[in-house]
């Protein structure tokens, strides 16, 4: 068995995990998604069999294959500009042969992409979150102006405005960026109505809450932990890119564990990280569900919480593993601190070639 990783080598989980994995004696590949290059390039041959090659490396049966976040497929730059739409095109489809055959074969995804594909629509996880039990705002994902007014005209309920996908402004020649946010809004701060058709976006019921409560899913267990910021603010993931956040593991409420469950079962995956309110009554509220999310930060944060460790036990362990495994098991695997002491991790980089177009915008 060897663990296949979908992603840059030098992306900051896949550095760490692949380093952890190979002290631990398992043999882990990398391939960044499709592109010209060899090293990315990809073989589908179906005859007698089905084989699939990832730049240097064949598939084999009982492999577990990450997709953890590879990069959108890439043409050739020297096609002509009359071909290139027709290139970028077929890369696209042989991309998507790839990722969807993978959970046809004898090899274990996490999570599998057809999967990933649909639960990564917002109105789909909250559609299921509702369905499993889970208690979820009340939302509306329109470009409607005169659905946003009324849903904001609610007399009973504040309101927040948040975007599907995160996105990143940038001025050229400039390091400063500007991010995408949730924010609170009512309906006097709208803009007109054709403003408001420019873009789609979600409008929730606002939760007034007292914390915030980032859940990882490994198979058949989940892990909890309270963030806390400075000023409780509405979208915390600025605040702990700045440090200026508390995190401790806190049990899972057992109503909560079982509506994960269920969610997970319907989705079809087995990884994840959840995002939840906690009001003034202490009552959990689901948010989104990121299924390839980052979860490594924690522990930064959550000094021996051993997210790292876990993560590199329910990877290598069998599907449906307990959590009294996963535990018993995470000895095996160094640390994320220990990563972060090593010289390997002086690799770990962004490279900015690799943000694709909706995600990033750089401005004159």
Not at 29 to 58: F, K, N, P, Y
Not at 323 to 337: G, K, P
């Amino acid at each position: 068995m060897k663990i296949v990783i979908l992603a840059f080598a030098s992306d900051t989980h896949t550095a760490a995990l692949k380093w952890a994995l190979e002290r631990a004696g398992y043999s882990v590949v990398c391939w960044a998604g499709l592109s010209w290059m060899e090293d990315r390039q990809a073989t589908l041959s179906i005859e007698q069999g089905t084989r699939v090659v990832l730049g240097r490396h064949v598939i084999e049966p009982g492999d577990v294959v990450w997709i953890r976040r590879p990069n959108p497929p890439m043409h050739n730059s020297d096609v002509t500009e009359a071909d290139r739409d027709f290139a970028q095109t077929e890369y696209k489809w042989h991309s998507r042969s790839v990722l969807y055959l993978l959970e046809h074969l004898p090899v274990r995804c996490i999570n599998p992409y057809s999967a990933s594909r649909v639960i990564n629509n917002k109105a789909v996880q909250l559609h299921l979150a509702s369905l499993c039990g889970f208690n979820t705002p009340a939302s509306l994902l329109t470009n409607s102006p005169a659905e946003v007014r009324e849903f904001l005209n609610h007399p009973s309920r504040r309101a927040i405005c948040k975007s599907f996908f995160p996105h990143v402004w940038k001025k050229e020649g400039s390091e400063a960026v500007s991010v995408t946010e949730t924010f609170e809004i009512k309906v006097e701060d709208l803009p007109t109505d054709e403003v408001l058709t420019y873009a789609p976006a979600i409008y929730q019921e606002m939760i007034v809450k007292e914390a915030d409560v980032r859940t990882v899913l490994m198979g058949t267990t989940v892990y909890s932990f309270l963030l806390r910021t400075t000023n409780n603010v509405l979208d915390w993931r600025q605040e702990v890119g700045q440090g200026r956040a508390t995190v401790k593991p806190v049990p899972t409420p057992p109503e909560v564990e079982t509506a994960v469950l269920a969610f997970a079962q319907k989705a079809g995956i087995e990884f994840g990280s959840l995002d939840f309110a906690v009001d003034g009554d202490g009552k959990w509220w689901f948010l989104e569900i990121n299924e390839e999310g980052q979860f490594l930060w924690l522990d930064g944060f959550a000094s021996g919480a051993g997210i790292q460790e876990k993560f590199l036990a329910f990877l290598t362990l069998p599907k449906g593993s307990t959590r009294e495994a996963i535990e018993a098991a995470q000895s095996a695997f160094h640390s994320w601190e220990q990563f972060l002491e090593s010289p390997e991790a002086n690799s770990v980089y962004f490279p900015e070639e690799n943000l694709t177009a909706p995600v990033l915008s750089v401005e004159p």
